[in-house]
């Protein structure tokens, strides 16, 4: 080392012949240096410098480029050796250096080694980390980074480095992997004596070595794991046979302290080697016992001593045979389904059977493993087969496929031989739900099971012994119940086929022959019915629809039930299924009187050429068919409430309606057995009701009739299927239209709704069962509407829109009769409310029914019309105003052509107006000065006494008359 600072020195001496401080101060460090550098103090560096006067800043280069060309001279060498980093820590110290001193020093190195080494070499030589190059700089930032380290701050360690992997174009990742790649190997060299200094050695000694080759703790995880795994299996391999004894496991266990590995990583990485030791004792196992199967004890013995050799805990010897159990099924199992696949049953079957076989055995293996203590019972491997194999790869058919051809076999030498246990097993081991159990055994037990009890029906031999004989075959094949039950229901309905097929009625022999069949094949009647209404239905329902043609109305005569139960009763059916069967019958003969209903309706609602579209035939010469309206005549409406009350007749007579009525309301609700729903569209139904509902309404005839008519409209909404929210929905729409039309006749005509047309109304709601309130809402939107066009049509008529006191009142009076508020309930705007409100005062000014004497009767008007107090104030003030300027007019101008009277007409009609608001108004621009006191001057002569006598009320007057006039 001091050989490469005396060789700096001497370079500078051979360069000048006149020594310079500066070089002087160079050759004092070389020779203070060569010797041992190691033992020179700071102080005696700081002493060269005081003696030959070197300023700071060039004593500072000096000793920053003394450490740059000693980093060199190391560099020489590319092998790095763990000494290096500590000769440059000493030189360090030596020089007396900062971490910036070093900084510079370390940047100036890698600067100079890019030149030398980056610059001019090859991409493909840099990038072979055996190339001199590659090594030269890898060497130079490991040792920046690790000395660096030790002296800066982490954001100068930093700094430096990131301007380091700038000049050399390297990313944070490939500088810091760089490093590693230098620092491991010397690590891993470090590690390979672990094992024989063990004794010694602690997890701080490899804590501090990786610290002071800057290996990070999760950078080594790798070599220690190598380390251990290498110790562990010298250690088991040792013996002969291998096995892990007491000290073996205490020595492991020191080295997973030093190498500072968990627990659960040294057991895992110890039973990767042990485990495959004891599967080998496994199978050797498995071999004794396959050769001699009454050495199973022994070898369980054995198997349990290798455990303990191998100090194996129950949970990883558990882990160990939960696998191999699991092994010894699927392996046979995956070989089976392949046999299936390529429909080789015979190999299927022997691969199965070893699967049964490998169960059977590794229970054994399990229990036996238990009793010795080396698994618990609630080991994972002790549950390993139960809910069967992993299946999610296989097909369903193909387990399916291997169950039966498995149960096929297990019956092929007969019920005698029949393994049922086995047959279990399997089913257990392919996971087979009860419904594909039941499934293959029908498909494979069935037939067998099916031919034994037909030769024994067809023999006749149905008692007691062959009854127990068949239960027997049952019991000892384990066939389902459900499998049991199809095969003896499929036979019992061959042979109720046989006894009542197409419509035959069976005889009192063959009932008698099927009851024995049911007691000999355990079938309950509740079963059988199902089949006996199908088989028996065209029988009773013929029955049914003759009874009901006897007496051409399809109503059936009562002495025909008798026979109809008797019937029944001998073809075995319910009497939920004589009903339903009876619906059907009845459904039957309803469609085609449906069909004729129809028919009468479209000819009640259609012209004569709709008609003849919609069927196809010239309806002109129909007698039926009649001019008159748009529809064809009131026959075909008349035939029409004809059809609905005969199909009412029909309901009637065969009781197909049931009624319920509500105790606290004693109102009845009806529900009907069989409905038309489904035998025309829905609309079509609704509008043949709606039509019957009007019909109804105005049909008139006999008591008898009106009975009749009366039936019907309480059930024929039900017969159609039109539900009761339906039914009042329509009633409603057509109660609302001949309510509202009765009412707006009543109104046009007088005016008024009295007391006999309410009856008339209430009728109506009752018939058409129309709610109260409804009815009550209808009624007041109907008036309302009525008089407001009244009032409309009034204004519409009056001359120039002029609205006459006479129109107010009568409007008022009317609104009154009917319970009508007109200040709200008709809706009319202010402006319109006003203008009534200002006729009917003006009315009453007019004709002196109201004065100055009795005017809050404007203030009743005022309200009556529902008038505010400013615009009532405001359109009065306007209307007394205007009749004052209109009426001095007036009189101005009949006074200009000599008519007095009519003058003093005019200013009379005025004053009874400006009496309410006595004051001045602004009068007609053509009304002059002159012509105002004209106007009173007329009036003043017209009143004035003959006998000379002043009357107050003709002063008030006058006076009244000058204020108006402004004189």
Known sequence: VGGYVASIASAAGRRKLVIKREEAAMFALANLLEADYTSVAPSQVQDVQKMYGVPDEQFEEMVIDIYKKFILAMLKDPEFKTSELKELEALKDTLGLTAEQLSDAFYETVESVFR????????????????????????????????????????????????????????????????????????????????????TLTADSLVKARGS??????????????????????????TTPPSLDAAGVARLAKLREVLAISEEDSRFMTNEIVVPVYCDAIDEVLETIDDDPDSFDGAISSLVARQQELSMSSEAAGSVILSLVQDMVNEPFEEAIRFV???????????????????????ILLDKLVAAGALTEDSPACHALEGGLDLEAVKEADLTSAYRLFLADSLNEGADDYDQDSVAIMGELLSMTPE??????????????RARLAEGIAADDLGEDAKKANQAFVAKLQIPAQVYEEVTAELYKNKLAACSGGGKIMTLEERSLLDKMREFLDLPLEKCQKMHRVSCAGAYVQAVQEAMGAGGSGVINTDYYAGLTKLADRLLLGEDDQRALFNDAVKARLQPMMDELLSQFERSVLNKQQLAQKTGKDQGEDLIAKEGGGALGLESGANMMLEVVNMVDFYEGNNLWEGTTDEATNATTYTYRVDAKGMAEEKMLEEVYRQFTVSSFQARGSPGQQKRYALAQTHFAGILGIGAEREAEIKQDIGK?????????????????????????????????????FCFELLGKLQKNFLREQIDKAIGGAS????????????????????????????????LKSDL????????????????????????????????????????????????????KSASQDLNNSNERSAVRYIDELLGYAQFIPQAVQHDAKVSKADKEKVLATYTAAKASFDGDTDPEVTARLELLSTVLGL
């Not at 080759?213 to 040792?238: C, P, Q, S, W, Y």
């Not at 009728?763 to 058409?768: A, D, E, H, P």
């Not at 009795?854 to 306007?878: M, S, Y």
Request: charged content about 30%; glycine content about 4%; aromatic content about 6%.
């Open 436 to 449: 594909k159990t039941v499934s293959v055994y029908n498909e494979v037990c069935g037939p067998m099971l």
């Open 213 to 238: 080759l800057g290996i990070a703790d999760n950078e080594v995880i790798e070599l220690h794991t190598k380390t251990f795994t290498d110790e562990a299996k010298r250690v088991v391999m040792a």
């Open 800 to 831: 120039a829109g002029k609205i006459t006191g006479e129109l107010a009142k009568s409007v008022r009076d009317r609104a009154d009769s009917m319970g009508i508020d007109v200040r709200e309930e008709l809706k009319l705007d202010m402006t």
């Open 737 to 773: 239209v001949v309510y509202s039309n009765y009412v707006k006749q009543l109104l046009t005509s007088k005016g008024r709704i009295e007391q006999q047309d309410m009856q008339f109304l209430v009728n109506i709601q009752q018939v058409l069962k129309m709610e109260d309130e």
């Open 116 to 199: 030398t080494s980056v610059m001019w070499t090859s991409t493909k030589d840099l990038e072979d980390p055996d190339s001199i190059e590659r090594m030269t700089v890898d060497k130079c930032i490991y040792l920046a980074s690790r000395v660096l380290t030790k002296v800066d701050t982490e954001e100068g360690h930093e700094y430096t480095m990131s301007r380091c992997r700038k000049l050399l174009s390297l990313d944070q990742r490939e500088f810091e992997d760089r490093c590693l790649n230098l620092a491991q190997p010397l690590y891993a060299k470090a590690l390979s004596v672990v094992s024989e200094r063990l004794e």
């Open 341 to 363: 696949r390529l429909d080789n049953s015979k190999g299927a079957v022997a691969r199965l059977k070893d699967m049964v076989y490998s169960k059977e055995t590794a229970e």
């Open 837 to 888: 409100f200002l006729a009917e005062v003006e009315s009453a000014i007019k004709s002196k029914a109201v004065t100055v004497d009795n005017k809050e009767l404007i203030e009743d008007f005022q309200d009556a019309w529902g008038i505010p107090n400013d615009v009532a104030t405001k359109d009065f003030t306007r209307m007394v105003e205007a009749k004052c300027i209109a009426g001095v």
